[in-house]
């Protein structure tokens, strides 16, 4: 039976050790931590279809989105379940964007509705706030991001073919061959490098032949609360959201007025998930300047909370965890980032913010 090796135990590592397990690869997978650690953990698991760039972007997002489904059919405790997204306009400005997006010509394959502020509250009675409109996200799909990496372990460890060895650093490559820390060589048919944010080490020499580096490390900062006492049946994203996501570039964008001091220097956009135990995940905030400070700032995260407040119409519960994470993104027009490091050997890095989303697509791809 062939073999492929898995560098990396984040979700694009996690999804490439599914991938070859159903196409009949014995799978040797190593993570230098003890556990998935990295921007795997430090999400909101959203499965976010709305917000992609038309063509390739939206038709890999749609295409992970029905290997979630199918996933999470089989592997139990992802907490995966359908969930649609409201993004909430808060004046006519952007209220002007979500008309645009509900009308461009690939609308519904993204599940986009437009709704008054009526049918936002009749959707979803936790908005309690102020908002001039929304539009439904009615493709989106949530998981429990702190959930998903032990509940896929367990899966594959449960059958046949499938070897798990974490706290092993992989620290050289051959032809279809990496060594770990320990001096252990692992061989396979394939030898795949799903590194995240570790933009050195393994890949380190590989990513410094480049002219131009061909991914960036990103940082964010999130937060979550103690339960909420409402039930959100949406994922919420807010205004300044539109500033962001590829599929609101449009004409009406270049209407929106200038985010708040606070806002502009985060690179803040509120979005706002409610976990299965009731607690509320919050965020981001984003940074591009390395070196990145080894301390989170506190205005960012009032700015985010006083966001949900607004939208809620309630104070929110009190804050129980805080937190940064790093995420790898590409830097040129690519979904993410491919490459040959050695034969037989692939580095596979860089979807940003659509890692999770689009992971079990981008598996498929490496395996194609």
């Given at each position: ?18 991938e ?18 990295g ?40 907490g995966f ?17 979500l ?27 936790a908005l309690?706030?102020e908002f ?49 820390h ?58 300044d959201?539109?500033r ?12 929106l ?7 502009a220097?985060?690179?803040a ?18 940074s ?12 960012p ?18 804050v ?9 993104q ?39």
């Amino acid at each position: 039976m062939s073999t492929v090796v898995v560098v990396g135990g984040g979700i694009l590592g996690l999804m490439h050790a599914i991938e070859g397990r159903r196409r009949g690869y014995q799978v040797v997978h190593l993570e230098r931590e003890a556990g998935t650690r990295g921007a795997s953990v430090r999400n909101f698991g959203l499965i976010w279809v709305s917000g992609r760039a038309a063509g390739a972007e939206l038709d890999l997002a749609l295409q992970a989105r029905r290997r979630w489904a199918e996933i999470a059919a089989e592997v139990a405790g992802t907490g995966f379940r359908p969930h649609p997204s409201l993004t909430l306009a808060a004046d006519d400005f952007e209220l002007a964007v979500l008309k645009q997006a509900a009308c461009l010509p690939d609308a519904r394959r993204r599940g986009f509705e437009l709704l008054d502020p009526a049918a936002v509250r009749a959707l979803n009675p936790a908005l309690r706030g102020e908002f001039a409109g929304g539009l439904l996200g009615g493709l989106d799909a949530i998981v429990e991001p702190g959930e998903v990496p032990a509940a896929i372990r367990r899966y594959l460890q449960a059958g046949p073919g499938y070897l798990w060895l974490p706290g092993r650093e992989a620290v050289d490559l051959r032809a279809g061959a990496v060594r770990d820390h320990t001096g252990e060589w692992h061989a396979g048919d394939l030898v795949v490098l799903c590194t995240g944010a570790s933009h050195t080490g393994i890949a380190g020499p590989h990513l410094a032949g480049y002219t131009e580096p061909p991914v960036r490390r990103v940082r964010l900062q999130m937060l979550a609360t103690e339960p909420f006492s409402g039930h959100l049946t949406t994922s919420v994203a807010d205004g300044d959201s539109l500033r962001y996501y590829p599929a609101y570039d449009l004409p009406a964008r270049l209407g929106l007025p200038a985010q708040g001091t606070v806002a502009a220097a985060a690179a803040a956009q509120l979005l706002l998930v409610q976990r299965l135990d009731g607690s509320l995940t919050i965020g981001d905030t984003h940074s591009y300047a390395e070196p990145f400070p080894f301390d989170v700032a506190e205005p960012p995260y009032q700015h985010l909370i006083g966001q949900a407040s607004r939208l809620l119409g309630c104070e929110l519960p009190p804050v129980r965890l805080r937190w940064a994470g790093v995420y790898s993104q590409v830097t040129g027009a690519e979904l993410y980032h491919r490459s040959t490091v050695t034969d037989d050997v692939v580095l596979v890095t860089g979807p940003g913010g659509a890692g999770l989303t689009c992971s079990p697509a981008i598996a498929e791809e490496t395996f194609t």
